[in-house]
């Protein structure tokens, strides 16, 4: 039968050792052993199905959320899982949830902005969830511009509190995740105000609900800000919005690493820089770069083996039509994707060791890494999830009309992943933060200052000077080339740091081949993308235009036989992918036909509402045939 016979033949044909190559895709033998494992518990528990829902209610869907996410804890509990392994379960749950806030910037937030003591009072119970929090950052009128929040944080002398209060309707606390109605605390960023002076945005645990009834605290407003993008997707998280009327809350909840406020009311500045405020984004920008490359790879995954089940046109002598992976077109649209999903799992790995890196400096004092830190993890953020958004997308079309199926999850995979372009910082802005940081480096070339890490190659780029002195006269009237010129720094970070992967030692047969078509394949890719400005900048010459897109041309071919062993490494469950148009067997057809009659609508032959509103209309032509 078609699909059983065409993924077995293609996996036949594999020039290379698919399981070495799960480990690479993993990062390590002991790490695909646990996500292996993992990924096999969730996918026979039957409590973390989720083919039913794209078509929940709101209410059933959220209920449904915290059933999984209550069973999930359990596990983590009865199975004593390591922290790895709890990170590996909640990947392969796949729905977003409260836990992500908690653990993902509630539980950072106050390793990275609270003092000791600080630490030693809300981590043991945040650990142990005996209080949920989130991270109410973002307010109805200032998302981008934090400098810009309105909520205030006044210091009390007499009573040694903060009041917290939301002094217009633009500062109403809107958009965190885990807020609408299951947090019990959050840290809460306003603006610290003492002695009627404004110092500045700082972070506040303040907690918002009862621990008994889970009722709000006096003077506090708090709910879900409603429906969200698509079904199913990011409904199932309660995003919220929330509103002060003048809460108090000890001294002491104020996160004070940064800066503290006396018992007397004064400020006093520690030695860390202030921009450390704002770390916990560096740190959810670094793990939102590693899990581009499992978006992507997911639909690339579909899309691909799709590709290979799908024939269409060009009946051979066998009396069989053209696989559609076999065209040009298609393999022009999918490679560039499967080659950019490695790229972006290697880059992602990368990021990982820089953000551990400067987090052991800033341990010991260390700050210099932190500007780079944050140009590179702002940076890669925006173009590994811009990339991955449209690539979801391309995925979907790969898969003609099927694909616009619930049932291929594509739809449903695009609809949660796209708010990364905008959550943790909107993609542009984030782009014109890398521009400042290239200019400044640039700036300081005349200086002396070599530059270092990512920038390192400006020290050979003598036009750069000429540059610098024309965006002086001009940032913002530039700022639309500049976030060109920042997204090309940053693919030249992912080509880099593929190519120094390349150097590792790479076990398995027809492995580094394999990998070495595919960074190839990315960086002419982005070559063939960016003709024009290759070409416009004098860095290529026509002749070599047209000889990369032939070798592009060539490397498609090399990659053909081995694309369906290149998905089958990243090792993902039919319950991850959840799709029948990527099922690991290929038996579309049969279970595309079965997925159809599950679908409510199909409860009835003759649906609600006939009688009603279908059967008078019917009625009405007859008697106006007659007439
Ligand atoms: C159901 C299953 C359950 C299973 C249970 C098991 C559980 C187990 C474990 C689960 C683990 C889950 C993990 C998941 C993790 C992730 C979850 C992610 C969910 C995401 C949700 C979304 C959250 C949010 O969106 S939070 C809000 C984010 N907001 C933003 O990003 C705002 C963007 N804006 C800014 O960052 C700033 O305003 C900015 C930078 C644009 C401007 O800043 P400015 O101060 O106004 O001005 P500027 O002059 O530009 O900067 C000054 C100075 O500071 C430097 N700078 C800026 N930012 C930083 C930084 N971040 N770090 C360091 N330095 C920074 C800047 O460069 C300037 O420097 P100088 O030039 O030297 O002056
Ligand atoms: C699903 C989801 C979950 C979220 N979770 C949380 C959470 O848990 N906690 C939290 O605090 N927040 C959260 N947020 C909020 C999120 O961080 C903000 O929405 C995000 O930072 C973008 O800010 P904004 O909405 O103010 O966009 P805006 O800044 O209003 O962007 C609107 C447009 O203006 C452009 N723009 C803005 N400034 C500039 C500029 N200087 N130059 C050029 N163009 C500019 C942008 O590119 C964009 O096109 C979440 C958001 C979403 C969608």
Redesign the pocket.
């Known amino acids: 039968m078609a699909g059983f016979d065409d993924l077995a033949s293609e996996r036949s044909k594999a020039q290379f050792d698919v399981e070495e190559m799960k480990v690479i895709w993993a990062g390590s033998r002991h790490t695909l052993e646990v996500s292996d494992r993992i990924s096999r518990l969730v996918a026979n528990d039957p409590v973390f199905r989720k083919d039913t829902r794209t078509m929940l209610s709101r209410k059933d869907l959220f209920k449904n ?1 915290l059933r ?2 209550a069973h ?2 359990k596990r ?1 509990i009865e199975l004593r899982l390591s922290e790895e392994e ?2 590996e ?2 990947f392969y ?1 796949d ?1 977003p ?1 409260f ?3 908690h ?3 509630f539980i950072p937030t106050i390793k990275g902005q609270g003092t000791e003591e600080q630490q030693q009072k809300w981590l043991p119970l945040a650990y142990k969830m005996k209080i949920i929090g989130c ?1 109410a ?2 307010e109805l009128g200032h ?5 810009g929040l309105e909520t205030t944080a006044t210091f009390d002398p007499q009573t040694d509190e903060f009041i917290i209060h939301s002094p217009t309707l633009t500062s109403s606390k809107w ?3 885990g807020l609408g109605k299951v947090s019990t605390h959050a840290v809460v960023y306003g603006r610290l105000i003492i002695d009627s002076k404004d110092y500045g945005v700082n972070g506040f645990i303040v907690q918002l609900r009862s621990l008994d009834d889970h009722l709000p605290l006096p003077g506090i407003t708090i709910g879900d800000i409603g429906m969200k993008f698509g079904s199913g997707a990011y409904n199932t998280m309660d995003n919220g919005v929330l509103r002060f009327d003048h809460v108090r809350i000890p001294r002491d909840q104020m996160l004070m690493r940064v800066s503290q406020v006396t018992r007397e009311g004064k400020l006093v500045q520690s030695n860390v820089p202030w ?1 450390l405020v ?2 916990t ?2 740190y ?1 920008r670094q ?2 770069v590693s899990d581009a490359s499992c978006a992507l790879s997911r639909a690339v995954c579909i899309a691909t083996r799709y590709s290979a089940v799908r024939r269409q046109f060009g009946l051979q002598s066998n009396g069989i039509e053209t696989q559609v992976i076999d065209y040009k077109t298609q393999q022009s649209r999918l490679f560039p994707l499967l080659a950019s999903a490695y790229a972006f799992r290697f880059v992602g790995e990368w990021l990982k060791w820089l953000y551990m890196d400067v987090n052991q400096r800033l341990q010991a004092s260390d700050f210099s890494t ?2 780079e ?3 590179c993890t ?1 940076g890669l953020k925006s173009l590994t999830t811009s990339a991955t958004a449209d690539g979801i997308e391309e995925c979907r079309k790969l898969c003609g009309g099927h694909g616009y199926l619930c049932s291929s999850g594509l739809p449903e995979l695009f609809a949660v992943y796209i708010p990364a372009c905008t ?4 993609n542009i ?2 782009l014109l ?1 890398v521009a ?2 290239l200019i ?1 480096t640039v700036s300081q070339l005349g200086s002396g200052k070599e530059p270092v890490g990512t920038t390192v190659y400006m020290g050979r780029v003598e036009q750069l000077m000429q540059c610098h002195c024309a965006v002086q006269k001009g940032f913002l009237e530039l700022s639309a080339d500049l976030v060109q010129a920042a997204v090309a720094h940053c693919q030249l970070i992912v080509v880099s740091k593929f190519i120094e992967k390349l150097q590792q030692d790479i076990p398995g047969k027809g492995v580094k081949g394999q990998l070495e078509a595919l960074c190839n394949i990315y960086a002419l890719f982005i070559l063939h993308k960016h003709l024009g400005d290759f070409l416009s900048t004098g860095c290529i010459t026509p002749k070599q235009a047209s000889l990369a897109n032939a070798q592009l041309r060539s490397l498609y071919s090399q990659v053909r036989p081995n694309a369906i062993a290149l998905v089958d490494a990243f090792n993902y469950t039919d319950h991850y992918l959840s799709s029948v148009l990527g099922r690991y067997d290929g038996n579309v057809y049969p279970k595309l036909y079965e997925e159809a009659w599950k679908d409510p609508l199909n409860d009835s032959v003759v649906p609600d509402g006939y009688q009603e509103y279908i059967q008078p209309i019917l009625k009405q032509q007859l008697r106006n045939a007659r007439l």
């Open positions: 959320t999984k996410a999930a804890w983590i709890a990170a379960l909640r749950v729905e949830a836990m992500d806030l653990w993902g910037m991270y950052q973002t998302g981008s511009n934090v400098q958009w965190p995740g921009q704002y770390g984004m560096v959810v793990k939102i932190l500007p830190a944050h140009a702002a959550y943790e910082g909107d802005v984030l933060q400042r940081f400044k």
